[in-house]
């Protein structure tokens, strides 16, 4: 019903910046919330960042004031702004969406992409 693809992920030097692309096709207009989530080597999937679709925002404590969260509603694509990245930021992070349905809340994840940083 919702597909999301995932782009923008690769090897950056810490301190650098980075942006992750989230296009979603399918029944795009019933998604209410987007996100970004990560999970690094051996450990849970946390989240990043999330934005609804009135506008408001919500970020783990980690990536406050380095990272954005946007979308582009004509593009259907939701983007995340990584600056001042940190080793402990890489992992592989995976674009989330909720969607609301006859029957209740259906949620639907990308395939991940990997983003590594490197000393």
């Known amino acids: 019903q919702v597909q999301l693809v995932e782009s923008g992920g690769g090897l950056v030097q810490a301190g650098g910046s980075l942006t992750l692309s989230c296009a979603a096709s399918g029944s795009t207009r019933s998604i209410y919330s987007t996100g970004w989530y990560r999970q690094g080597a051996g450990k849970q999937r946390d989240l990043v960042a999330t934005?609804?679709?009135?506008?408001?925002?919500n970020y783990a404590d980690s990536v406050k004031g380095r990272f954005t969260i946007s979308r582009d509603n004509a593009k259907n694509t939701v983007y995340l702004q990584m600056n001042s990245l940190k080793i402990e930021d890489t992992a592989v992070y995976f674009c989330?969406?909720?969607?609301?349905?006859?029957?209740?809340?259906?949620?639907?994840w990308g395939q991940g992409t990997q983003v590594t940083v490197s000393s």
């Open positions: 934005i609804t679709s009135g506008g408001s925002t």
């Open positions: 989330n969406g909720l969607a609301r349905t006859i029957r209740g809340i259906d949620s639907y």
